[in-house]
T-cell receptor
Framework: GAVVSQHPSRVICKSGTSVKIECRSL??????MFWYRQFPKQSLMLMAT?????????EQGVEKDKFLINHASLTLSTLTVTSAHPEDSSFYIC?????????????FGPGTRLLVL | LAKTTQPISMDSYEGQEVNITCSHN???????ITWYQQFPSQGPRFIIQ???TKVTNEVASLFIPADRKSSTLSLPRVSLSDTAVYYC?????????????FGAGTQVVVTP
């Protein structure tokens, strides 16, 4: 099956710093990638949708200036948490979708655990 | 976006069949039904996807009635390692990007 990787798997940073998380589709080209956030004991919450070469579309309530998304190639999307604060501590998960058909399955990365001190 | 409703939790013993039913009354014509499994601190893992009738793979079966307003994921002969949260998702037929909105999921606990 399709493989999606994320790097780093976990990161600890100081409050006020920025953190970049990479999401890669390893064996397919991802037309669309998605970023989710998951707090403990909760479900995944969609943050934004990114298409290669265009601006990301953010879900309501997600600050686009705080969560910068870049989808520079068909195999790489990055999420940068700018000026991170303790409340940004969460599990960030990306997913990738190969084509544009609604039948195309989303494959998820292993997630990145962010802890902001 | 189509909303899904699943049981919050289900308990089972090893070797039994587990059936999780998901309701999606507002499913659109173009929507597919997809099920994922998630273990703690891991990303969701794709289990199965279907549009109508029955789909079977090496892991599970998915039953979808004619009206498509519900679906049932069937896990045959579960083992302890099947303890996880299972999510039923329905693609938004109006969204060409195929966004998925996760519901609360069903926590399945398998005991010896």
């Amino acid at each position: 099956g399709a493989v999606v990787s994320q790097h780093p798997s976990r990161v600890i940073c100081k409050s006020g710093t920025s953190v970049k998380i990479e999401c890669r589709s390893l064996d397919f080209q991802a037309t669309t990638m998605f970023w989710y956030r998951q707090f403990p004991k909760q479900s995944l919450m969609l943050m934004a949708t990114s298409n290669e070469g265009s601006k990301a579309t953010y879900e309501q309530g997600v600050e686009k200036d705080k969560f910068l998304i870049n989808h520079a190639s068909l195999t790489l999307s990055t999420l940068t948490v700018t000026s991170a604060h303790p409340e940004d501590s969460s599990f960030y998960i990306c997913s990738a979708r190969a084509g544009t058909s609604l039948a195309e399955t989303q494959y998820f990365g292993p997630g990145t655990r962010l802890l902001v001190l | 976006l189509a909303k899904t409703t699943q049981p919050i939790s289900m308990d089972s013993y090893e070797g039994q069949e587990v059936n999780i039913t998901c309701s999606h009354n507002n499913i659109a014509t173009n929507d597919y039904i997809t099920w994922y499994q998630q273990f703690p601190s891991q990303g969701p893992r794709f289990i199965i996807q279907g549009y109508k009738t029955k789909v079977t793979n090496e892991v599970a079966s998915l039953f979808i009635p004619a009206d498509r307003k519900s679906s049932t994921l069937s896990l045959p002969r579960v083992s302890l390692s099947d303890t996880a949260v299972y999510y039923c998702l329905v693609g938004d037929g109006t969204d060409s990007w195929g966004k998925l909105q996760f519901g609360a999921g069903t926590q399945v606990v398998v005991t010896p």
